[in-house]
């Protein structure tokens, strides 16, 4: 079975620095996809951004990116610029390219508290 | 938009109790998913179904069952609550798409914030 860890249960950082987010996933898989989460107080989760572990390239959505090192199992979120409204919980997900089910693994959760 | 409708935000019940949680997708989604959601504990998998009157157990099923007599509609049931049931329940859907598309994120209701006493 396939476990997701994230080893900081919380995180700070000062408006418009950088932050980044820490991931570790296990599988013995080769093809899988890769989620991150957000998680604002309001508390719908929506997704941040996404990799498909055949890319070798970096997934990047405007202020968020992810450095994904297969090798390593590392998936980590960097968030450049940050701001207020990107305090939340991050959640990372890791999802089999082989379940048909399409269920996803999440890890604990990093709550980012952004600091003015 | 893609809308997961849950039924309530907020519910409190008492130990013993029948309750249900309903959970409505407007996107003709095929995969839905029940998750509870504890604090350090991320989110944790209790069921979910691929189809209409279909279900699989995911990782923490007991104490729980569903339901989905139509496509647009998947209950949680908590045949007798107890008190170490109390959690934020989270309804998630998604479109039934494998291979290029496999990378289709979940999409999320609002939550339900289940209290047991």
């Known amino acids: 079975a396939q476990t997701v860890t994230q080893s900081q249960p919380e995180m700070s950082v000062q408006e418009a620095e950088t932050v980044t987010l820490s991931c570790t996933y296990d599988t013995s898989e080769s093809d899988y996809y890769l989620f991150w989460y957000k998680q604002p107080p309001s508390r719908q989760m929506i997704l941040v951004i996404r990799q498909e572990a055949y890319k070798q390239q970096n997934a990047t959505e405007n202020r968020f990116s992810v450095n994904f090192q297969k090798a390593a199992k590392s998936f980590s979120l960097k968030i450049s610029d940050s701001q207020l409204g990107d305090a939340a919980m991050y959640f990372c997900a890791y999802r089999s390219a082989l379940d048909a089910g399409n269920m996803l693994t999440f890890g604990g959760g990093t709550r980012l508290m952004v600091k003015p | 938009d893609v809308k997961v409708t849950q039924s309530s935000r907020y519910l409190v019940k008492r130990t013993g109790e029948k309750v249900f949680l309903e959970c409505v997708q407007d996107?003709?989604?095929?995969?839905m998913f029940w998750y509870r959601q504890d604090p350090g504990l991320g989110l944790r998998l209790i069921y979910f179904?691929?189809?209409?009157?279909?279900?699989e157990k995911g990782d923490i099923p007991e104490g729980y069952s569903v339901s989905r007599e139509k496509k647009e509609r998947f209950s949680l049931i908590l045949e007798s609550a107890s008190t170490n049931q109390t959690s934020m329940y989270l309804c998630a859907s998604r479109p039934f798409f494998t291979g290029i598309e496999g990378n289709q994120p979940q999409h999320f209701g609002d939550g339900t914030r289940l209290s047991i006493l």
């Open positions: 996107m003709d989604h095929e995969n």
């Open positions: 179904s691929y189809d209409v009157k279909m279900k």
